[in-house]
């Protein structure tokens, strides 16, 4: 068998998704073909798939250096690059990309793409869109882009103009399951919507259909599912919810240990360190940190804090986790010396980090928040490094939040765990430990925002959240809905844009016959 021959074995195996047996032939071929530019950048999209985006870096930097004209390796590191939230060499690879071949198409979504997480959007938008006219003249299909038009239009609120990307998806291809799960997301079924009811008939007779790959399967049932829990028929939304989180786990392998290991670790390494010693050098700009499990209310406070003229709504940032596993792991675990001598450098590599990495942002105001649920993990190093920071610690009835878990499907491969239920619970159980341990040790650093309290009496619990992050009052975070300043690009996306409402308050009720083995498993 020839090289050529070979190759496109792997690339079968690539499209199929079995990325093990990519690297296993790639590094069989790189012994015999060393420096090869293709074989390297394939080898780097494999490990890319896997997410592991440091080792993916080190094969496509390799396949530039055996070849500098390979254009595909240059936008593949720009990607990997951006997933480690390294923005600016990312957005430099990119910009050269277009200066080197203005009509390489697939560039258009990824720059796009990173001008998005950076809270670009507008300046997203007009990419995707060249990339759309590139797409019709080039004769290739275009869904790519007109989806990710559609996002970008939900993400900034404007209806009219998603409306008009997810019919003209529809015209090219009705039954597109992404687009469909888009339009679940804005429905409110009910029998009177007679709109959404003729949606809901749509999409079930989709999820009949025998072509449809496991992923597509899973989100069409969780789509299914949320229908059938707007129309408060708990049993068959659970029969839909479970098949399409049963897909997931079919689909990854729950990460549920390392987790557990990760937070357990946190509380021996911390148990003996003095938080109080913080560090003398910080930036002046203050951070409020909103963290908490996933859907326990994080993107809600966002809106609200992030609605006052003074502050700047960053999102879900992946800096802190990333300078944390940098800085202080060795492999699976951190370590306490490096805790400690960072704590006591005369420079604050953490800080000066953290806020390099904003840069891309353009942040004028000197208040920003982030809203990465699993900072939660890390509230020791926010004591120490960010000592002027703020954090508030978003917290939910149990059973409500991980009702919302398995309800929802993530797109982080941190989440998981998200698609069983015993893991879900296991997961809350080991969340509710972390907090108690840092509270234990620096309770008047950490305002706790209860859900239930902030829709059942909103001007109180934003007055003390405001307080807290000691702002000013501003009539604009009591109208937080109309914010259209802050992107959102989570799951929460919708509910965010509505006024506060109470209806999902005691929602685990309706599903405690269905859910034993998560209820149950709750300490």
Known sequence: MNFVEKVKILQNYFKAGNFKKVIEGCETLNKKFPENSFVLNLLGMAYQELQKNYKAIDYF????????????????LANSLKNTGEFKKADEIFKKILRIDPNYINVYN?????????????????????????????????????????????????????????????????????????????????KENHEAMTHLAKMKNISKKIDLSDNQKKTIFFSLGKAFDDLKDPETAIRYLSQGNQLFKKINKSNIVEEENVMNNMQKIFKDIDLNISHKHFSKKKIIFICGMPRSGTTLVEQIMSSHKQVYGAGELPFLTNIVHDNFFNDDKAEKQRIIEHQNSLTNLSNDKYFEKLNPYNIDQEVLTDKAPFNFKWIGFIKIFFPNSKIIHCKRNPQDNCLSIYKNSFSSSIMNWAYDQKDISRYYNNYRSMMEFWYSKIPDFIHTAEYEKIVSDKEKEISKLLDFCELEKDDNCFNHHKNTKTPIKTVSITQAREPVYNSSVNSGNYYKDYLKEMFENLI
């Open 61 to 76: 930097e390799l396949a530039l250096k055996a070849d500098q004209s390979n254009i595909a390796a240059m936008n593949n």
């Open 110 to 190: 990824n720059y796009a793409n990173l001008k998005s997480t950076v809270n670009d959007v507008e300046g997203a938008i007009l990419l995707y869109k060249k990339g759309l006219l590139l797409a019709k003249e080039k004769n290739v299909n275009p869904i790519n882009f007109l989806f990710h038009l559609a996002s970008s239009f939900q993400s900034l609120n404007k209806k009219k103009e998603l409306m008009e990307i997810i019919n003209e998806i529809f015209k090219i291809d009705p039954d597109d399951i992404n687009a469909n799960k888009t339009l679940s997301s804005i429905y409110k079924y009910s």
